[in-house]
Nanobody, 127 residues
């Protein structure tokens, strides 16, 4: 049974930092792409960043570049999202997701390829 478990969310002041974790279990994810999405109240779920587990390639949306950083720990089967310089507009539930690798990279910016999802972790940034 595949499980993705996020942790690390919380309340932080604007300008602060948080590190989200996504612990993956239940299968081998070496060929997978791990994505982070977020959903604010009343808004659609949106892409944040993605990482290719095998090659370590990463992709970020423009608003996250320079502020968010993805990394992985192969031994722990865990992906991390380091978030710095947080803004109130970053407030959302953050979700980790996994998709099979091998597709055109642009497709990983959408939700369609992701078969496995975590339960989400709340990030609240106060002004």
């Amino acid at each position: 049974q595949v499980q993705l478990v996020e942790s690390g969310g919380g309340l932080v002041q604007a300008g602060g930092s948080l590190r989200l974790s996504c612990a993956a279990s239940g299968r081998t994810f070496n060929s997978y792409v791990m994505g982070w999405f977020r959903q604010a109240p009343g808004k659609e779920r949106e892409f944040v960043a993605a990482l290719s587990w095998s090659g370590g390639r990463t992709y970020y949306t423009d608003s996250m570049k320079g502020r968010f950083t993805l990394s992985r720990d192969n031994a722990e089967n865990t992906v991390y999202l380091q978030m710095n310089s947080l803004k109130p507009e970053d407030t959302a539930v953050y979700y980790c997701a996994a998709a099979e690798g091998g597709y055109t990279w642009s497709l990983y910016l959408g939700l369609g390829l992701y078969h496995y999802w975590g339960q989400g972790t709340q990030v609240t940034v106060s002004s």
